[in-house]
């Protein structure tokens, strides 16, 4: 199990990485069998590949991703963390408070990341 202060740099390094538009980096830190549901109740993104066509949709240069509060991490192989994520389309601006949940495998890459959000939860201007 990793460390807590390795998933806690993994989390913000994920953050830092989306933010720079590195779609390269971000996908550098999720292992190969790694899953991912955003929102939560969507179907899952499974593996590598699919995750990397994923990101590479949402890492666009027009969206960001803020941190609201200390990463948390758990006593466990998982960390949570609340972002707010601003983007556009349309000419409108949508922001999104969220929740991401990891959990991480024996390496310390991300091994599954789950998105808390909802339609209602969308603000857009």
């Known amino acids: 199990m990793p460390q807590e202060n390795v998933i806690k740099t993994v989390m913000k390094q994920y953050i830092d990485r989306f933010n720079q538009d590195d779609v390269e980096g971000v996908l550098s830190l999720f292992g190969e069998e790694a899953t991912v ?4 109740g969507s179907p ?3 593996g590598k ?3 990397a066509e994923f990101y590479k949709k949402v890492v666009n240069g027009n969206t960001r ?4 509060g200390p990463i948390r991490g758990s006593h466990s192989n998982s960390g949570a963390m609340a972002l707010q994520i601003t983007t556009s389309a349309e000419g409108k601006t949508i922001s999104i408070p969220v929740i991401e949940v990891m959990t991480f495998d024996e390496q310390g890459s ?4 789950k998105a808390y959000w909802g339609p209602g939860d ?3 201007k």
């Open 37 to 40: 549901e955003d929102p939560v």
């Open 44 to 46: 899952a993104v499974e």
């Open 110 to 113: 991300i091994a599954s990341m």
């Open 65 to 68: 991703i803020r941190l609201e």
């Open 49 to 51: 590949s699919a995750i």
């Open 122 to 124: 969308m603000v857009i």
